[in-house]
């Protein structure tokens, strides 16, 4: 996004907002299947969600249908064939959506909030780890947690909404409020995913 040298602006974040063209995904934050797995587990459900909103490369179905395989004997028969297709066969997304849909499809599973809630976790997670590049992480905080149909305790990370228990060190400023904020919410989705 920006050199390291030098901080990702508001106006720089504005631009990606307004260029995006995945509301679920405002900053077209896209990370790799290793740093998701890291803090939560997916399903096909979830890898569909990821690639349907930019999250994950179409690629990384080949990498979770490969963990699949090595975890379990008995897999459908897209897995297979995703386990088994090369990088540069990938190339073509529309073959591997059409599996990855088929197995998340399959799956019948009614967790589209939960994979909302998982790449919430994870963009959220990024911008915390990563706080010091961002010339205002608590705009980008806002901009990601935005969402009408989000839990009140993500509503709380938002710096315009108001908060729901008084805070007990009205001494700190305004972002280590939320930041503060954010790591309670981060912890307890860590705990969650686990």
Request: aromatic content about 10%; hydrophobic content about 35%.
């Amino acid at each position: 996004m920006a050199s390291p040298t030098s901080k990702i602006t508001e106006n720089e974040i504005r631009k990606l907002v307004s260029e995006s063209k995945k509301p679920l995904n405002p900053l077209s934050m896209a990370f790799t299947y290793e740093y998701v797995t890291n803090l939560v587990p997916l399903n096909w459900n979830d890898i569909l969600f990821a690639i349907e909103n930019n999250f994950l490369a179409h690629q990384t179905a080949i990498e979770h249908a490969i963990e699949d395989v090595q975890k379990n004997e008995n897999v459908p028969g897209e897995v297979l064939e995703l386990a088994c297709m090369l990088q540069h066969e990938a190339e073509f997304p529309y073959d591997v959506y059409q599996l990855v849909n088929k197995l998340a499809t399959s799956q019948r599973l009614d967790n589209y909030s939960d994979s909302r809630e998982k790449f919430l976790y994870v963009s959220l997670n990024w911008v915390y780890e990563h706080k010091d590049d961002y010339c205002n992480p608590i705009e980008v905080v806002d901009i990601l947690c935005d969402e009408i149909n989000y839990p009140d305790e993500v509503k709380n990370l938002c710096s315009f909404m108001p908060t729901l228990k008084p805070e007990i060190n009205t001494s700190n400023s305004t972002t280590e409020r939320l930041l503060s904020r954010l790591l309670r919410y981060l912890e307890n989705q860590r705990s969650r995913w686990v």
